[in-house]
C-alpha cells in the first residue's frame, strides 16, 4: 500500500506518475484514495480507468452502468437489449454529454455509490445506466458492494435466457433452439411435459457443459399400476409412457455451439405419437 498524507479535503483522485494504475492512451496515472484518521490513503491499486466517448443523446452521470458499442464510443447498459447488456465495460466516473470524453471505471473498487448494501450482488437492469440487486430482463452481474458506497466490479456475462418450444414425438430427426445470448452456453435446463391422453409424462433435464441427465415420470389416468419414474444417463430429455398396449419411449440429446442448442430426437420401434411441451433456459 502506498500511503501520502496531504490535507483533509483534497481531491478523490490524486495523479501521480509510476503507480500500477492506468487508463489507456494517457500520460496520467490515476490512483484512488480515502480519508482516513490521519489524512489519505492510496487504495485499490487495481482500480482501471480509460477514456471513452459519450454517445447517448440523454447525459451520463457519476456511476452511469455503461457498454461500448463501438470502438471507443460507450452508452448506457440495460438488461433488456442483448448488446447493451453483453458489452458491458464499467461506470462512468463523470458527468457528460453526447460526444464529450468520458472517464469510466473498467475494473476495481468502484467508489461514490450511495444506498449499497454490503454484500449484496448488483446487475444490470432494464433502467438504462441503474443497477441494482433486482436484475432485468437478462441476469447479468456487475458487482458486489464492499460497503454502503463502493462496489466491486465482477463482471458474469453468463447471464440466462428462456424460451419454450414444441416438438413432434414421432418423428425421429433433430431440432435447433436459437438462444439469444450470443455464445456457446455453459448450462441449459430442460423441463418437458407430454399428456398422452391417457396420462401425463414429465422429464427434467441438465446439462454442464460436459454430461447431460434426467429424471423422468409417467402416470396413468386410467391404471395407476403403470406409474413409473426413473434417472437415465447420456439423456437431457427421456419419455417413457404406456401407449395402451405397450411401453414406447422418446429421448433426446443435446449438442452445443454459439448461440444455439440443438436436440437429436429418437424413439422406439413403435413409434410414440404426441407433441412435446419443452421449456429451455440456458446460462
Known amino acids: ?18 503507480v500500477p494504475n492506468s487508463y489507456s492512451g494517457q500520460k496520467r496515472k490515476i490512483l484512488q484514495t480515502k480519508d482516513t484518521e490521519d489524512g489519505l490513503e492510496f487504495i485499490h491499486p487495481w482500480n482501471s480507468y480509460k477514456i471513452y466517448t459519450w454517445g447517448n443523446t440523454t447525459p451520463c452521470s457519476v456511476n452511469t452502468a455503461c457498454y461500448l458499442y463501438s470502438a471507443g464510443n ?24 453526447q460526444g464529450e470524453p468520458v472517464l469510466v471505471q473498467t475494473s476495481g473498487v468502484v467508489a461514490d455509490f450511495t444506498g449499497l448494501t454490503f ?23 456487475v458487482g ?40 456457446i452456453p455453459k448450462k441449459v435446463n430442460i ?38 419414474s426413473g434417472t437415465i444417463d447420456s439423456y437431457i430429455i427421456y419419455f417413457y409412457f404406456n401407449n395402451g398396449s405397450t411401453f414406447v419411449w422418446a429421448r433426446a440429446t443435446i449438442a452445443v455451439s ?16 404426441g407433441t412435446a411441451q419443452i421449456l429451455w433456459e440456458a446460462e
Open 1 to 18: 500500500m502506498v500511503k501520502y498524507i496531504p490535507p483533509l479535503g483534497k481531491s478523490k483522485f490524486v495523479e501521480l506518475e509510476d
Open 74 to 97: 460507450v452508452g448506457f447498459a440495460r438488461a433488456n437489449l442483448i448488446d447493451n447488456t453483453k458489452n458491458f465495460i464499467g461506470f462512468t466516473k463523470e458527468a457528460k454529454n
Open 119 to 141: 454484500g449484496n450482488y448488483y446487475y444490470l437492469t432494464n433502467t438504462p445506466g441503474v443497477i441494482s440487486t433486482t436484475p432485468g430482463d437478462r441476469i447479468y452481474r
Open 144 to 183: 458486489i458492494a464492499v460497503s454502503d458506497t463502493e462496489l466491486l466490479i465482477l463482471k458474469d456475462p453468463n447471464f440466462w435466457r428462456t424460451g419454450v418450444t414444441t416438438y413432434d414425438i414421432s418423428v425421429a430427426g433433430t431440432q435447433t433452439i436459437t438462444l439469444g445470448i450470443n455464445r
Open 191 to 228: 423441463i418437458a411435459l407430454l399428456n398422452t391422453g391417457s396420462g401425463l409424462v414429465r422429464s427434467d433435464g441438465c446439462y454442464d457443459g460436459l454430461h447431460q441427465n434426467c429424471v423422468y415420470f409417467y402416470g396413468s389416468f386410467p391404471n395407476p399400476a403403470l406409474n413409473t
Open 258 to 273: 454459439n448461440n444455439v442448442i440443438t436436440l437429436t430426437w429418437s424413439h422406439s420401434d413403435t413409434a410414440p405419437t
